[in-house]
C-alpha cells in the first residue's frame, strides 16, 4: 500500500461537490505528493517543474500555491510522506517476530524495506537517487531517515549480543556505515536492473550485516 491508496486522480468537481474542505485539501495534497513522486522519477528532480506536478496532480497552479511554496517544499513533504509509509510497512513486518530473534528481525527488516521499494518504485528513487539533489531540506530528512534505520539494526544489535549470539560490541558509526552499504546496493540496483531487482538484493545485504556485527558466516543459524 502507498501514497496513492484511496486517492482518486480525476479531477475534483467545480463548486459543492459533497466534501468538508478538510477532506478536499487532504485529496489534493495527496495527489501532489504522487505528482512530484512520479515527476521525478521519470524526468530527474532537476528538470521537475510545478507544471509537470499539477498535471499529473489534475490541479490548478492556484490550488498547488495554496498548498505548497513550490517544488521543492512539496517533495520535501512528499518525501516525507515517502518515508512515513516505508516506516509504517516496517513496523507491520516485524510484530509477529519475537523479539528474541534478532537474526530474524534483520532478515525481515531487510526483505521488507526491500519489497516496498519494489512494489513502489517511485519512492525507491525519491529516498535512494533524487533526494541527493534536491536541496538542504531533503538532505535533512534523508540523514534522518537513514539514522531511523540504522537504530533498527542497533536494536537488533543490542538483542544479539545480550544472548551471546555476538562476541564483542562495535562501534556506534558502525551502524551507519551499515545503512550507507544498504543505500548504496540500493542505488546501483536503481540505477541498473531497476526496482524490480530490489528483493534479490536481500541476502547479500544480510550478509553485509552479520559481518559488520562481527558473527562468522558459520554461526548465522
Same mark, same amino acid.
Given at each position: =500500500?502507498?501514497? #496513492?491508496?484511496?486517492?482518486?486522480?480525476? +479531477?475534483?468537481?467545480?463548486g459543492t461537490h459533497g466534501m468538508a474542505p478538510e477532506a478536499v485539501a487532504?485529496?489534493?495534497?495527496?495527489?501532489?505528493?504522487?505528482?512530484?513522486? #512520479?515527476?521525478?522519477? #521519470?524526468r530527474g528532480y532537476a528538470?521537475?517543474?510545478?507544471?509537470?506536478?499539477?498535471?499529473? &496532480?489534475?490541479?490548478?497552479?492556484?490550488?498547488?500555491?495554496?498548498?505548497? +511554496?513550490?517544488?521543492?517544499? @512539496?517533495?520535501?513533504?512528499?518525501?516525507?510522506? &515517502?518515508?512515513?509509509?516505508v516506516l509504517s510497512e516496517l513496523d507491520t513486518s516485524v510484530q &509477529?517476530?519475537?523479539? &528474541?530473534e534478532w537474526r530474524a528481525l534483520i532478515r525481515t527488516t531487510l526483505q521488507t524495506y526491500l519489497q516496498v521499494l519494489a512494489d513502489?518504485?517511485?519512492? /525507491?528513487?525519491?529516498?535512494?537517487?533524487? @533526494?541527493?539533489?534536491?536541496?538542504?531540506?531533503? /538532505?535533512?530528512?534523508?540523514?534522518? =531517515?537513514k539514522t531511523l534505520l540504522a537504530n533498527r539494526m542497533r536494536a537488533a544489535f543490542r538483542i544479539g549480543r545480550a544472548a551471546g549470539d555476538i562476541p564483542v560490541d562495535i562501534p556506534a558509526d558502525i551502524f551507519d556505515a551499515l545503512i550507507g552499504a544498504v543505500d548504496d546496493r540500493i542505488r546501483d540496483c536503481l540505477e541498473g536492473p531497476g526496482p524490480q531487482a530490489l528483493p534479490t538484493l536481500s541476502g547479500h545485504l544480510y550478509q553485509i550485516t552479520m559481518a559488520l556485527f562481527g558473527v562468522p558466516e558459520w554461526q548465522d543459524d
Amino acid at each position: =500500500m502507498g501514497l #496513492e491508496a484511496g486517492v482518486d486522480r480525476g +479531477r475534483l468537481p467545480r463548486g459543492t461537490h459533497g466534501m468538508a474542505p478538510e477532506a478536499v485539501a487532504h485529496s489534493q495534497r495527496m495527489r501532489m505528493y504522487l505528482g512530484v513522486l #512520479e515527476a521525478v522519477a #521519470e524526468r530527474g528532480y532537476a528538470a521537475t517543474t510545478v507544471g509537470d506536478i499539477v498535471a499529473r &496532480a489534475t490541479v490548478s497552479r492556484r490550488t498547488f500555491y495554496e498548498l505548497f +511554496r513550490g517544488r521543492d517544499d @512539496c517533495f520535501a513533504e512528499a518525501f516525507e510522506a &515517502a518515508v512515513g509509509l516505508v516506516l509504517s510497512e516496517l513496523d507491520t513486518s516485524v510484530q &509477529a517476530t519475537p523479539r &528474541a530473534e534478532w537474526r530474524a528481525l534483520i532478515r525481515t527488516t531487510l526483505q521488507t524495506y526491500l519489497q516496498v521499494l519494489a512494489d513502489n518504485g517511485i519512492y /525507491a528513487r525519491a529516498l535512494h537517487i533524487e @533526494c541527493l539533489v534536491a536541496g538542504p531540506i531533503v /538532505a535533512e530528512q534523508r540523514r534522518q =531517515m537513514k539514522t531511523l534505520l540504522a537504530n533498527r539494526m542497533r536494536a537488533a544489535f543490542r538483542i544479539g549480543r545480550a544472548a551471546g549470539d555476538i562476541p564483542v560490541d562495535i562501534p556506534a558509526d558502525i551502524f551507519d556505515a551499515l545503512i550507507g552499504a544498504v543505500d548504496d546496493r540500493i542505488r546501483d540496483c536503481l540505477e541498473g536492473p531497476g526496482p524490480q531487482a530490489l528483493p534479490t538484493l536481500s541476502g547479500h545485504l544480510y550478509q553485509i550485516t552479520m559481518a559488520l556485527f562481527g558473527v562468522p558466516e558459520w554461526q548465522d543459524d
